[in-house]
């Protein structure tokens, strides 16, 4: 039989995945609970509601909670009918869903509230051939309560008796563009064999028999958004076929583009579809695991969710193994939030409920809008004129992200106080703030800033797009009074210097959805070049400044390569040597702890005293990368300390083993006194 297919404009555009619910199904409809005229029948194999129209009460009570952006969707076939209308008079004919909570004013006269509503329908009726419907839903609309069924004379506007409406499954179809699959709202007869929808506790899965890789449920084109991360939750068991768990499984679910292809990564000769795989290996046999991936750039639709379980040792597809796979989503790339956490100076503040700051941050292509959430067991200002001595938050922008040493015309600092507006502390236009006291029990426990910035305000003819970065930070001052002393916290600064030195700020970027990529400094430092002069049994090493795009902050000075000392100069004299020749090397290393290649100098020296032996043989730290426990052996140990590599002291200790779990990882040096000697070593926590 021929078929139709009426689609209206916004559906036609639309290339999202249309994930269906079920309103009515005649293959599942209890037939004696049907209204008078009411029967299911079969057309071709497919079963459909027939309905012989009365006027506007041929209507079958339902009970669907709605969602946002849904469509509904049927098929319909009309035929005229014994009553006195004649198709000459045009007769246009369809389904009404109907929300009888949800009134609004009717069409026809405003005065009156009526049901709303969302007609789906044929103008002018085809008597011949079944016609499939779509349309969006009425925004206005929170249920369905009613199916209506109707046929209708345009010339009277009067619902006609005695002709036949033949409906196919009623749909309510969601179009999301972060929604691939949800099994609860999958069609179940439409499923391919071994797939089926399950319950699991409270949320529906769908259960997959596993076909080797002929486990694929179609999609209709699902396009993507770029930037964008997939999500799924996933169980798996065994089945009965030979291979075993000792095998190894890995398992889990691909996305497919088959249109865009990609080379093989087994053979670059061969093109095939370009894929982004969730997967989880070995395989979990025992609960449900939440797998997250970013979509892979090559991909730019979804044409198929493969189901898999694959044995590590042949690479093959397994046959009979089961998994069940929970909704798959979509998910921007990127951050909305900061956390201003980084230590410049904290002295007084006891835990996060005395003081703490979060931002929550997004844009579009004019503004950003940046809300800063304070909490604060105590809100001080007592009106001194240093105002970054009281409670307050500094916000600085780098709009040419440059990281310079000192400002330029495109870097602002900007402060914000809880009892002053954004103009009477800053000469910058086009911002709008809102400030607010949160309180409970009628005491404060913080307060927020609400900003809108134009983006041409902070520079002209800024590029508010995708990929564009700018420079940012967030400085948080907390003084209660008693102590009268100004704690600091800041959001990427590792240094109380920020306010005059932008190359301290961290760097923003752009992306979709409004969201961030907070871009991380990993620019190596250029090596130092390094000279040594002996006189007598020192030697004195200098080196030429190294290059960063941010700023050096140390320099790791090695002997023979141990490490014996962090400087921040570019010159250092070692002492006391015995005779002989050495091997000595510098690494500069910036804010952010990126090091440089070696720069290294040898020297001689003739006739030395050796009163400090570095490189004893004896005196070893181990595991070295460590993890959490680090030991000191060949020596007696009574102090330790550990530096980060600009210097600082973070740790002692007075013992031999050392637990590290609390530091983060990266590069550090430790320095270790005995008795009668010191050493010091670099030390790498991962």
Known sequence: ?????????????????????????????????????????????????Q????????????????????????????AHGSTAHTLAQTINCGVNINDTINLVPASWDASQMVAAQTSVGINPADAGDITSLTKAVDARMGFIHQLQFFAQENASWGGTVGDTLWVGKVKIVTESPFVVMRPVELDTTELPDGMSVVNIGDAAYLQVITNGWNSILEVDGFELLSNLAASCEVKYAHGSTVHTLAQTINCG?????????????????????????????????????TLTKSVDDNMKLIHQIQIFAQENASWGGTTGDTLWVGDITLAPLGINELTVENDVDIQNVADSNDYSVTADISWDTTKLFLKINIIDDSIFNDGRANVWEVDNIEVYFDMNNAKADAFDDDDYQLRLMNDSTFTSLNSLGGVTMVYAIDSADGEPVGYSYDLTFIWDSLSINFNAAEGTQFGFDILASDNDGDPDYRDQ???????????????????????????????????????????????????????????????????????????????????????????????????????????????????????????????????????????????????????????????????????????ISDIETGLYILKVYSSDNIYTQKLVKK
Do not use: H
């Open 1 to 49: 039989m021929k078929k139709i297919l009426l689609f209206s404009l916004l559906f036609a555009l639309c290339a999202f995945f249309a994930k269906s619910q079920i309103i009515m199904d005649p293959a599942t409809i209890d037939e004696g609970s049907l209204p008078t005229g009411m029967s299911v029948v079969d057309i071709d194999g497919t079963p459909y509601l």
């Open 253 to 289: 679910v691909n996305l497919n583009d088959t249109v865009n292809l990609v080379p093989a990564s087994w053979d670059a000769s061969q093109m095939v579809a370009a894929q982004t795989s969730i997967g989880i290996n070995p395989a979990d046999a025992t609960d449900f695991t």
């Open 489 to 659: 916290i800041s959001w990427n600064s590792i240094s109380g210097d920020l306010w005059n030195t932008p190359y301290y700020w961290g760097t923003l970027e752009l992306t979709s959805m409004g969201k961030f990529n907070i871009i991380e400094d990993d620019e190596d430092p250029t090596a130092p070049t390094v000279t040594a002069a002996v006189e007598g049994s020192s030697v004195k090493l200098t080196w030429t400044g190294a290059e960063d795009n941010t700023s050096i902050g140390s320099y790791i000075v090695s002997q023979d390569d141990a490490a014996i000392d962090t400087v921040t100069g570019t010159s250092i004299t070692i002492s006391d040597l015995a005779a002989g020749t050495y091997e000595f090397s510098v690494v500069a290393v910036d804010i952010y702890g990126n090091n440089s290649d070696e720069g290294t100098a040898e020297a001689t020296v003739e006739g030395g005293d050796a009163v400090e032996n570095i490189t004893a043989s004896n005196f070893s730290i181990y595991p070295n990368p460590a993890t959490s426990e680090l030991r000191i052996s060949g020596v007696d140990v009574e102090l330790v300390e550990l530096f980060n590599v600009n210097g600082n002291l973070l740790k002692t200790y007075n013992k031999s083993i050392l637990d």
């Open 51 to 78: 309905v012989v129209l009365n006027g506007w009460n041929s209507i079958l009570d339902v009970n669907f909670v709605l969602a946002t952006d849904q469509t509904i969707s049927c098929d319909v076939k009309y």
